[in-house]
Structures are given as structure tokens and as C-alpha cells.
């Protein structure tokens, strides 16, 4: 009697898909590292992945820059059957009974207070909270019951990081609950590129190594496994500010609205490889009917961006702490997505709260200059790409213009940028951009960090096929000549 064939459960994600799982179709390698399921050796660059990859600064639609490397949607399984063939098994996600039920405000506040106890019960020693000032750490702080194990930590993203609002609003907080608090300078962080390209590969831009350099002080600073109260996803499900979460999708350029983040990409026009671009017509067919719920557009909206926030979990772990996420719990989240749309509109139900509480510091104010990138940029200057080798990528002639701009020769349109942005200049920084008289820095920047993943996995896919050949020629063997 034949043997009925058996399935094995390799990995489950959860419902925001907030700790990613990538697999590969052709080898059936399956983990949490992107890096782990390439063939190096045999990589081929897929062209529509690329293309997203290009266009938003991280993957999406379950593909990735690697022909064959997918990622695991949210709410899924996934199965190796007995031949070894992978199968993903997408799970209901029953959001409508949830959105049924309606919570006033104080239960929100107390399910929320609940499910940090329960982390923090859980915890030993420290409990750290990075602190921005903002409404979902504040939030975190206010809810653990015993702020004598608060350790929590701030770094200002302005040029002079002591004098941010977000160093002085965290200040404040820590004085009003008596929590420990401490100010974390964020040092020459680019020299974290290599560590970031081994935890998150091709998957993600470059853009969270000022996290590698908080983390790694806070880790020092710390009890080996101390608990972070991470704030990841607060702010969508507290309340969006997005117009277009309350109105109505009418097509596909409304999906793409859903992806696309600050900037924090290239330039997809330089791409070489034909493609057809974002997929997000076919996305938008066969999810039409749930984008018409605003909650649900919340929900995807958050499903696309995970990928590009997750380090906000995955980055903390890597240097000996443990995380929870207390706002991804299912039932705080739709719980608050229960509250009418005029309480959640800013997030007013979480003002009038902080306020409720002396929490709200609106009179607390420091340079508001986001300047995070600038100063690094000067202090450890970054080493040119390849042009030559990221021409199966994109146009040589875009490379050298990112290597010329993110270098000292760029220094000028830093120093434009911050004149344009001082009353009496602003019309006309304007202007001129508007000619091409002045390529921005920052813009610059954010394609560097997009191609420099790239750059990687081709360094690495000609050292894996390098070292193919060096072993099929026997050690013995002499070394091809240089014909170049």
C-alpha cells in the first residue's frame, strides 16, 4: 500500500508579515535572511523585481530583485511537500468580525496598557523604550506600570543632535514619569554598510544604519537580553494622516500610493533591463473590492511598508536585546481601527490623551531640521560604486553622477539645500531645481544606498562563480592568464 504523502510546516507569517521569510522556488531554501536563500553562483537578476526595487526602495508584491527569491505575503504558511516542492498557503484574515465590536477610548488605552505588562512581566532587568518624543513611544512609556526599569534612549536626527524636539520633548517625558533616560550621539554610522548588506541583503535599501549605531550603544549600555517596547506600526493604526485612507481607491496609481515612501529610492528610468513597471494594476483588480474599506487599505498599507520597517524588530535582536511590538497585537490594532474616522484624524483620541497626562510637551520645542544624513556624509565620506559593474543595472552615466554628488564635489548642493530652505531663498531654490540647475544631495544619497545592495550581490555572485572555477580546476592548476 502506497504511503500518503506527508507536508512539512516550514515557517508561518503573522498578519502584517512583520518578521519576513524569503524562499527560493528553484532550490526550496527557506529562512528569515534573504541572503541565506540565494544561490550566489547562480543568480539572474529578475527584471520586474528589480524595476519595484528601484522604484520604492524595497521589495514588494512577494518579489525581489533575484529571479526565484520570493517573500512570504502576511497571514500565510509555508509548506515543503514530500517531492520538496515549496507551497505557500495564504490564510483568511476574518477582519470584519473584528471591526464589528466598538471600544471607547479607556479600553483602548487599558488593552494596550495590558499587553505591555504582559511583555514586560515576562521581561527580566531593563526595559528599553527608544524614545523619540513622538506619540507612540511617549504612549509605550505611559503604559508600563513600573517606570523604575524604563531605560530609554534618544538620538536627534538634526545637525546639532542636542538640540532637537525630539531630544528635548524625550527629556521632559523622563522627568514627568521618572523613568532613566539618556541621550545617544549617532557616530559615523556608514560603517555599518557590510553588517546591514549581511542582515538584510537585497531585499531593502540601505537607509537604517544610524539604527545599527543606536542600537549598538543601547546594546552596550544594556542587560544582555533586555526587552524592547518597540512603536512599529503605531502611528497608522492610532490614526493616519493620509487623505487617501479615507477616500475611495480608483486605480492602480492609488496602489502605488500605498508603496511608495520619502524619497528613499532611485531613479527606476535608469534601469537597462526592459520591464513593465509596478504591478500594481493586477494588484488593484484582484484587491479592488477590499481597498473600498478604509480599514483595509490601512491594513495593506501596512503589509507593503513592513518590509521596509521591520529592522525596526531584526535590528535590536542583532545586538543581544529582545523586542515586542505591542502595536502589531491583532486586537489593539483593530481595536483602535474601530474609533471613528473624526477621533482618529491625527490621531486627536491620542492627543487629548498625552494631554490628559501632561505627556503632550507642545510648548517643548528644538530644531525641527531633519539633517540626519548631512553630517555623516562629511564625516566618513562614502566609497564610490562600481559603474562597471552595476551597468547590468543601471546607466553608467547615472552611477558616476550619484558617486560625483554624494562626494566633497557635492558639498554645494548641500550647502543650496539648506539656503533654500530658509525664509526669503525658498522661491528661489525653487526655480533653479526646477531648471536641473541644482541635482540634490539627499537624492543622491537615497540612490546610492539602493544601488550599494545591488552592488553586493554582484561582488557576490562573481566570487561565488570565481570560486566555482578555481575548484573545477583542482588545486593544482594554474591560474588563467589576465587577457584584459
Not at 510546516?9 to 526550496?28: H, I, K, Q
Not at 509548506?79 to 479600553?107: I, K, N, Q
Amino acid at each position: 500500500m502506497e504511503k500518503p504523502s506527508l507536508s512539512e510546516l516550514l515557517f508561518e507569517t503573522d498578519w502584517v508579515g512583520s518578521r519576513p521569510v524569503y524562499y527560493n522556488e528553484a532550490t526550496g531554501a527557506a529562512s528569515h535572511d534573504v541572503n541565506d536563500v540565494i544561490d550566489f553562483a547562480d543568480v539572474e537578476l529578475d527584471a520586474e523585481g528589480l524595476a519595484s526595487y528601484l522604484a520604492i526602495g524595497y521589495s514588494v508584491f512577494q518579489r525581489t530583485p533575484v529571479r526565484g527569491v520570493r517573500i512570504m505575503p502576511p497571514s500565510a504558511r509555508l509548506w515543503r511537500e514530500a517531492g520538496g516542492r515549496l507551497r505557500v498557503e495564504e490564510l483568511p484574515l476574518d477582519l470584519d468580525s473584528r471591526l464589528t465590536a466598538r471600544y471607547g477610548e479607556d479600553e483602548i488605552v487599558e488593552m494596550l496598557r495590558a499587553r505591555v505588562e504582559t511583555a514586560v512581566a515576562a521581561a527580566e532587568g531593563d526595559v528599553v523604550i527608544p524614545t523619540s518624543g513622538g506619540y507612540d513611544s511617549r504612549l509605550l512609556n505611559l503604559m508600563v506600570a513600573e517606570p523604575s526599569r524604563v531605560r530609554s534612549y534618544t538620538f536627534g536626527p538634526t545637525a546639532r543632535q542636542w538640540d532637537s524636539t525630539e531630544v528635548a520633548r524625550a527629556r521632559a517625558l523622563s522627568e514627568l514619569l521618572g523613568t532613566k533616560w539618556q541621550r545617544v550621539h549617532l557616530g559615523p554610522f556608514h560603517r555599518h554598510l557590510d553588517e546591514w548588506d549581511e542582515a538584510f541583503g537585497v531585499a531593502v535599501h540601505a537607509h537604517g544604519m544610524y539604527q545599527m549605531e543606536f542600537y549598538r550603544q543601547v546594546g552596550a549600555r544594556s542587560q544582555a537580553g533586555a526587552l524592547v517596547l518597540s512603536g512599529l506600526c503605531g502611528d497608522g493604526f492610532a490614526g493616519s494622516v493620509d487623505p487617501l485612507l479615507e477616500g475611495p481607491m480608483d486605480g492602480p496609481r492609488d496602489v502605488e500610493r500605498l508603496i511608495f515612501t520619502n524619497g528613499m529610492h532611485a531613479d527606476p528610468g535608469a534601469a537597462v533591463l526592459p520591464s513593465r513597471g509596478l504591478p500594481a494594476e493586477e494588484y488593484f483588480e484582484t484587491h479592488r473590492e477590499l481597498l473600498q474599506s478604509p480599514q483595509s487599505r490601512l491594513v495593506e498599507e501596512v503589509r507593503f511598508r513592513v518590509l521596509l520597517t521591520h529592522y525596526l524588530l531584526k535590528v535590536p535582536e542583532l545586538y543581544g536585546l529582545r523586542v515586542d511590538a505591542p502595536f502589531i497585537d491583532i486586537d489593539v490594532a483593530s481595536a483602535m481601527m474601530t474609533l471613528p474616522a473624526e477621533r482618529r484624524h491625527k490621531r486627536r483620541w491620542v492627543t487629548e490623551y498625552l494631554a490628559s497626562r501632561g505627556a503632550l510637551f507642545a510648548d517643548v520645542r528644538g530644531d525641527d531640521r531633519y539633517w540626519l544624513y548631512w553630517p555623516v556624509m562629511r564625516g566618513q565620506p562614502l566609497a564610490p560604486l562600481d559603474a562597471g559593474l552595476l551597468a547590468e543595472v543601471v546607466k553608467p552615466d547615472y552611477v558616476r553622477w550619484i558617486n560625483r554628488t554624494v562626494s566633497w564635489r557635492g558639498l554645494w548642493c548641500e550647502g543650496y539645500e539648506r539656503l533654500g530652505r530658509r525664509p526669503g531663498f525658498r522661491r528661489a531654490a525653487a526655480c533653479l531645481r526646477g531648471r536641473g540647475l541644482c541635482q540634490r544631495r539627499l537624492e543622491a544619497y537615497h540612490a546610492y544606498m539602493t544601488l550599494r545592495p545591488l552592488q553586493r550581490l554582484l561582488q557576490k555572485r562573481d566570487a561565488a562563480r570565481a570560486g566555482e572555477a578555481e575548484t573545477r580546476r583542482g588545486p593544482g592548476a594554474a591560474a588563467a592568464p589576465d587577457l584584459r
